[in-house]
Nanobody, 128 residues
Framework: DVQLVESGGGSVQAGESLTLTCAAS????????MAWFRQSAGNEREGVAFIDRSGATEYAESVKGRFTISQDNAKNTVFLQMNSLKPEDTAKYYC???????????????????????WGQGTQVTVS
């Protein structure tokens, strides 16, 4: 079973940057779509970005141009570089993995549930 552990969250001022890291317990890049989701208080979980097996990426409109998702395949690690942070980016951020191709991964990011998905415990990001 894939285990995912997020780190890198914290409290920052608006305009600053943070990098989130997701460490996977096994090789995921060749099998899984890797994604970041977030959930703020009182709101539903929303997809932030994904990177698929080919390295293709997609972002939510709200973060496009500010956030970058990447992966280090040798280290089974996925990153989310977050620049120009805004107070509305405040949320708990979750790393997730699902055995999906790109079209299905895009739907997963938009809220369509995926089978056999795996989730980390989340890391809090607070922007003031």
């Amino acid at each position: 079973d894939v285990q995912l552990v997020e780190s890198g969250g914290g409290s920052v001022q608006a305009g600053e940057s943070l990098t989130l890291t997701c460490a996977a317990s096994e090789h995921t890049y060749s099998i899984y779509c890797m994604a970041w989701f977030r959930q703020s208080a009182g709101n539903e979980r929303e997809g932030v970005a994904f990177i698929d097996r080919s390295g293709a990426t997609e972002y939510a409109e709200s973060v496009k141009g500010r956030f970058t998702i990447s992966q280090d395949n040798a280290k089974n690690t996925v990153f989310l570089q977050m620049n120009s942070l805004k107070p509305e980016d405040t949320a708990k951020y979750y790393c997730a993995a699902a055995p999906l191709g790109r079209p299905a991964c895009a739907l997963w990011l938009r809220g369509i549930p995926a089978d056999n998905d795996h989730w980390g415990q989340g890391t809090q990001v607070t922007v003031s």
